[in-house]
């Protein structure tokens, strides 16, 4: 791939405006009549050269299409229906890339698009794309708590119903683990229950569904997990899933002793997956074909499924106790986090704080309190992740060294994580209040 064929794939799709992808000012030769005081750097999207642009065979282009429409500038009614045609055709990474544009979309739209949007849903057009926006915006929403759980449960159940394989099925934006959710909790299990029923060797429904079982039934989801690996035994992604399953719920002792012979599963099954990745790269769920054309790209995914399972071994081996071990992973994690060729995100989001987490409770377990400070503090600058932003940042380092008295620097950590961690509601700012009294928080 040319460097610049992107940027003209996407100056195509613009009537006037500066490209995202470059900063360049484009004008369409439709537009060339214009006056030069209209020009300003909003881009004005041109839809039919969008719609076309999807139906092409080529991936790079369906990447570009929908890296557009998940610009701010591009209205709803283009963006939700084109998203939706990503959806319904095209590869697999098509249509994850489609989803993850919806979610972002979903972040920032406004309560009055919210409600613009569950007014379509009586129109069945585009009813997935829809669903999967408003799922997401739910979670940021403030107003009447009881309606917007409602409303969310209604967008649950629907996609579990009718689309078990979309990746929005198995994310958090689906799970229900409150516990006044129990009784739809159950009704959702038994559509998912189903699903494997009917559909017992489809991998991506067995995949979603052990997902939306791990933090209510880890028993049922390690059974699916374990039935995808039979099914599947040359995907690393099912024994790296089953590893993330043990590490639940374990914490570092200093002794390095832990809660339990789970956290030395998981290491082990993180180092298995680890080991089958490396004989057979870009296996699984989110497989890329890759060729000679895509040189490129290859490293870039090569790069970052490097750093997504170093981000595993590294917490693991904390988990297990197993420092030294630790230590090199650790140490690896942060060193791939720099290498330039990786988007900013990705470099500098979940690995960051892993990465310094780690080396945190490396220093502590030697005694220096001072260096594991320090490496709890550079771990907040982070930009944040998913998860990160999502379920907020592990807090066992934080807590270990409020307990010795460094009540500064745990104030100094919570302060920072407000930049990336939106989703905590009061919680964290209780926190930052504890902290400022002397008390230790209850993470």
């Known amino acids: 791939m040319e460097d610049n064929r992107p940027c003209e794939i996407s100056h195509r799709q613009i009537l006037q405006g500066n490209c995202p992808l470059c900063g360049v000012f484009v004008r369409s030769p439709s537009l060339m009549n214009g006056k030069d005081d209209e020009i300003n750097g909003d881009c004005v999207w041109d839809a039919a050269a969008m719609r076309a642009a999807l139906k092409n065979d080529d991936e790079t282009v369906h990447w570009i299409t929908i890296r557009n429409l998940q610009q701010k500038t591009v209205p709803l009614q283009i963006s939700i229906p084109l998203l939706s045609q990503a959806i319904g055709k095209g590869s697999e990474r098509t249509r994850d890339s489609a989803e993850d544009?919806?979610?972002?979309?979903?972040?920032?739209?406004?309560?009055?698009d919210v409600r613009k949007l569950e007014d379509q849903l009586s129109c069945p057009d585009n009813e997935l794309a829809i669903r999967i926006v408003l799922l997401v915006s739910y979670l940021n929403?403030?107003?009447?708590?009881k309606l917007i759980r409602l409303a969310r449960l209604r967008s649950v159940f629907w996609i579990i119903e009718n689309a078990p394989e979309?990746?929005?099925?198995g994310s958090p934006y689906a799970f229900l683990i409150d516990v006044e959710d129990s009784a739809d909790y159950e009704k959702a299990k038994q559509l998912w229950l189903g699903h494997v029923e009917a559909h017992g060797n489809n991998l991506k429904i067995l995949g979603n569904a052990s997902q939306f079982f791990?933090?209510?039934d880890k028993t049922l989801s390690e059974k699916l997990?374990?039935?995808?690996?039979?099914?599947?035994?040359?995907n690393p992604e099912w024994t790296e899933r089953l590893g993330q399953l043990y590490s639940l719920g374990n914490c570092p002792k200093l002794s390095g002793h832990t809660q339990g012979d789970s956290a030395h599963k998981a290491l082990e099954h993180f180092q298995a997956a680890d080991e089958i990745r490396r004989g057979v790269p870009f296996h699984g769920v989110a497989k890329v074909e890759v060729d000679a054309k895509h040189r490129k790209e290859k490293i870039l995914i090569e790069s970052a499924m490097t750093l997504f399972s170093l981000c595993d071994l590294t917490n693991a081996a904390i988990k297990a106790g197993e420092f030294?071990?630790?230590r090199e992973y650790a140490t690896k994690l942060l060193r791939t986090a720099h290498l330039s060729e990786l988007p900013e995100g990705v470099r500098q989001g979940q690995p960051v704080f892993d990465g310094n987490l780690a080396l945190g409770w490396c220093a502590l377990k030697e005694g220096d309190v001072d260096l594991a400070k320090n490496y709890l503090i550079a771990a907040a600058h982070t930009k944040g992740s998913p998860t990160l932003n999502s379920f907020g940042p592990d807090m066992s380092l934080a807590k270990a060294l409020m307990e010795r008295g460094e009540r500064a620097a745990v104030l100094e950590f919570l302060e920072l994580c407000t930049e990336f961690w939106k989703m905590s509601g009061t919680r964290h700012q209780q926190w930052i209040e504890d902290v400022k009294h002397g008390n230790i928080p209850d993470f």
Do not use: E
């Open 141 to 145: 929403m403030r107003g009447n708590k």
């Open 101 to 112: 544009a919806l979610w972002k979309i979903g972040t920032r739209i406004s309560k009055k």
């Open 214 to 216: 791990t933090l209510r």
């Open 225 to 234: 997990l374990k039935r995808g690996r039979v099914l599947d035994p040359s």
């Open 324 to 326: 030294q071990v630790a």
């Open 166 to 169: 979309c990746n929005t099925a």
